[in-house]
């Protein structure tokens, strides 16, 4: 395995999974050392001196704008299987539900984590992972909950635009008032539509607790289909619209519907994607009036592969980013 010392050719082994339709990248071998740190160092080791790592995973030529990243180290807290640290193509995440359920199935796949309920350590802190079957995870996501309600937003070309803030792992900007249909032939002015009201949140000083950031944006409308609750399309951080429900998004969801006294305790929700893919959501009652999520979403392992860095490759460290290839090392 390779310890990231100066001389050496990195290689970085991976498995693909997708969870309703999003795809993570799960690291399984390449980063002894990195393997090491818990969660939170590790988000500081990668985002101080080794995000090479992160964009040459993710990025193009070998990733593309909707890749997530998981790579596994060491739990802060001894009762978790695994810690996890998760990144996409412009960062890292807090948190990331699609994710935590494609890490459980690839885990699963491996033989290295078996059918039940398992914990894992996130840099926001613990989640349970029930592995059900060989596809089916139902997680247990950190406490969640709506921190503003009807914020309104002025929108360049478009006007204002009201919704809410929650927290549900990250970030979120929650609103119904999207005029357009929430379909795949929409995706382009969705896309654009979404960042044009981060941006306008960022310009206007709307943040979350303690001035973070509010880098998901996700719209809401009815669904079509009988067995849904409603339909979303997500923005995730870095451009790219989340293929999943996002398990993240569907848990602020779940904190705005408790927070209306929309959604009792144990009532179900299920939570329709753009792409029409699922997630079932309910809440147990947490303390501070914040609420405990519970999702269940499928994931599939769809391949397996080893990153190569040729020396002389211009772009071995993604398409966008300065590197460090040949001869890496701190
Ligand atoms: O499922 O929580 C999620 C997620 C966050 C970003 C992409 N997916």
């Known amino acids: 395995m390779h310890s990231l010392m100066r001389g050496e050719t990195p290689t970085f082994e991976y498995i693909d999974a997708h969870t309703a339709g999003e795809p993570t990248r799960v690291v399984i071998a390449g980063a002894t050392e990195l393997a090491m740190l818990t969660p939170k160092a590790l988000v500081e080791r990668l985002s101080n001196a080794d995000d090479w790592i992160r964009a040459s995973l993710i990025d193009e030529p070998r990733g593309h704008q909707a890749m997530v990243g998981a790579m596994l180290c060491q739990p802060a807290n001894a009762d978790c299987a695994a810690g996890v640290v998760f990144f996409n193509n412009t960062g890292y995440l807090g948190m990331c539900g699609h994710g935590a359920i494609g890490v459980a199935v690839v885990l699963g796949y491996l033989g290295k984590l078996v059918p039940g309920y398992h914990q894992l350590d996130t840099p926001v802190g613990t989640v349970g992972v029930n592995l059900i ?116 998004g569907t848990s602020a969801k779940l904190a705005c519907l408790a927070a209306e006294g929309m959604l009792a305790p144990g009532e179900i929700w299920v939570q329709e994607s753009i792409i029409g893919s699922r997630f079932v959501g309910t809440y147990e009652l947490g303390t501070d009036g914040m609420i405990l999520p519970t999702i269940r979403g499928s994931a599939y392992v769809c391949s397996e592969g080893r990153a190569v860095y040729q020396s002389d490759d211009p772009f071995a460290c993604g398409l966008f980013h300065p590197g460090r290839p040949a001869g890496t090392a701190q």
């Open 133 to 248: 079957d060989s596809h089916q995870v139902e997680i247990k996501n950190v406490p969640s909950y709506r921190y503003r309600n009807d914020v309104t937003v002025r929108v360049d070309g478009i006007g204002e635009v009201t919704g809410d803030v929650a927290w549900g792992g990250n970030w979120f900007f929650l609103t119904q008032s999207c005029l357009l249909p929430l379909t795949t032939d929409n995706l382009a002015p969705l896309t654009d539509l979404s960042i044009r009201i981060q941006d306008a949140l960022a310009q206007q000083g709307v943040t979350g607790a303690n001035g973070a950031m509010i880098d998901h944006v996700e719209f809401f409308a009815p669904t079509e289909t009988e067995d849904a609750d409603c339909r979303n399309f997500v923005l995730c951080p870095g451009g790219a619209y989340d293929r999943s429900p996002c398990g993240t």
